[in-house]
């Protein structure tokens, strides 16, 4: 076939294709922690409002609790002005470190899954980008725990959901081991789980195809940089629409307060989360802050996709010139 032949059938997805070349495992794992660390930095503040909005009217019917927050900007300005500029960067540094372990194992699975040419069966990537989410989320959980809890506690005048008051990431780690154990850290990993598998999925599967069909259009011609640009905005959209439901879920099972026999005083599990708050907030509640969550999710897209990808690129041509 012609490489400047366009077929309506995404790449890798619902047809095979050639395997791609291989980055060597480690390298990808840390190629991938330091693309989306790269990204967090810049999508940190936008991930301090989301956690808010989520959280505000927890289990409250629309209209019967005070809103603090009523958009992005006027979020991201109350926070700035209660917390100062440092709190807009809440949870930073354990936001990098759960970046940085569940990417590297997420991002470095994938490619091992196309090393195998698993990717290039019929839905071999979404099976591998979800497979490969499960996997980081479930190891990354006790940081995103504990970023959750930082960026969530604030003054009273603004608080919104449970406040933990944690002191920094050192005590709110050994509060949280002192309190309930060694599992206690994985605690709310039951929702961790299903969001990144289907915020995985979405986010690998389609910017693996779009890259792909960006690619064979020649729309900008031999560019490898505007041609992964455009695949990671296009993942981007798509991990918003259908991850913002398990985000808003995970966001509560993990910040809810638990009691003396360490279990959670709001929440029995997953499925016990999303039945109360569509009963208490409807079934919009499960899209609570999607505005915030695409201007977060889809920026970091861009950066991480972007990122790696380049990455990749670059290590695979020194690889071939050592060759």
Known sequence: MASNTVTSVPHGVFRPSPPTPAV?????????????????VFTNPLEVVKTRLQLQGELRARGSYQRHYRGVLQALWVVGQQDGLR????????????QGVMNSVRLGTYSYCEALGITSYHG??????????????????????????LQAQTVKVIAVGHQHNHLGVYDAFTTIYRREGLTGLWRGVNGAVPRVMVGSAAQLATFTSAKDGVARSQWFGSSKVLTALIA??????AVAITMTPFDVISTRLYNQPVDEFRRGRLYRGFSDCILKVCRAE??????????PVFLRLAPHTVLSMLFWDLMRQQAMKNFQTKG
């Not at 495992?25 to 790269?38: I, K, N, V």
């Not at 709190?87 to 759960?98: A, I």
């Open 24 to 40: 060597f495992p480690p390298m990808d794992f840390a190629l991938g922690a330091l693309a989306c660390c790269a990204a967090c």
């Open 87 to 98: 709190g807009l960067q809440k949870g930073l540094s354990v936001g990098l470190l759960y």
């Open 124 to 149: 071999g990537s979404i099976l591998s980008g979800a497979g490969a989410g499960a996997l980081g989320a479930f190891i990354a959980s006790p940081a995103y725990l504990v970023k959750t809890h």
């Open 232 to 237: 990671a905005m296009i993942s981007g959209v």
């Open 282 to 291: 409807g079934v919009l509640g499960l899209y609570k802050g999607m505005g």
